[in-house]
């Protein structure tokens, strides 16, 4: 993929994610859930786009769900329209601030590293262990929601690393459950621990790339305050970096819920249902200045307060030893896919 040039201005707040559990060589953790305050989010791949049309069910769409052909479908060659189809820099773990250009839409790599780095030169943390044949915990956590869908993949650390032997080790998921963890929590003097909050996952093995591919829907639906359509058309755009792009972004960020005065979307107001009351929005945050479409006035921008958790099967034929576990994001409202990568050892 190549880049075009973009100017250098204040940024936006686009999709941003990263791996919860097991913790991986950037330090996502249960107890951070969404937060990103050390850029622990910022590697992925941006502007991506899938190469032909879009093969995704239309059951496992999430944003502008009902329309699926002509002009206003904005989102027909996003990411997720074709899971996996997309191609991505660096090894299939990410790149510092998605590429090797900071664009204006939080597109800034992590402390200590140049835009474009691969995450593999992040030090190599002690491994996770998995037992083969086994039924293992992964989760993730979202700062900013595009909407879109996820998948988790293994590849051999004596592999040549890419993003195409992550792509051909998909780990199948097991059952239909997800679930909700909040990380623990004082209340006034007490430390709380609630229990998960089980919700139904949308899976995804049809239209996937490598064909057959396992993917589960991310399962918290943006707010639907507008027709987003109608920022492509109201602010046109040539590039990506423009004026009219960053018009297109900050209109379909407040479409999303940018704005809205606390943590979750207006009832009845979402891409889809929500999988559990309050399970919604675009990110957590309190908004003192109402209609401000570039953030201003808002605070507390630490992302969801919880990961979603799933389960996936160690297959019981894998050959033993060090593996990158991959977590792959592929967002439909925005022109990204999303990356990090665990140290593992299946024994």
Known sequence: MRLIAAMSIPAAVLAHGHITYPSGRNNGSIELAGDCNRLECMWFSQPATIPGEPTLPDFARTVHVNVTSGPDDFSRTMPWRAPGAAPVYGSGCGVAGGGPIPYANGGNAPEGYRNGVDFLTIPERKPTVWKRGGVEEVAYGIFAN???????RLCKKDANISEECFGQNSLE?????????????????????????????????????PAGSHWTRNPVPPCLLCDQAECMRKYPSQKMGDAGWQQQQHCSQSCSGLNITGRTCPPGLTQFPEPAPGISGYYAQDCTQPGNAHGAGCDDLAGFKYSIVDKVVVPKTIELGEYLLSWRWDCEQSKQIWQNCVDLVIV
């Not at 595009?146 to 988790?152: I, N």
């Open 173 to 209: 998921f097991y059952g239909d459950t997800q679930w909700i963890r909040y990380p623990p929590m004082v209340q006034y003097d007490k430390l709380l621990k609630l229990p998960d909050f089980p919700i139904e996952a949308v899976r995804v093995s049809e239209g996937t790339h």
């Open 146 to 152: 595009h909407g879109g869908g996820v998948s988790w």
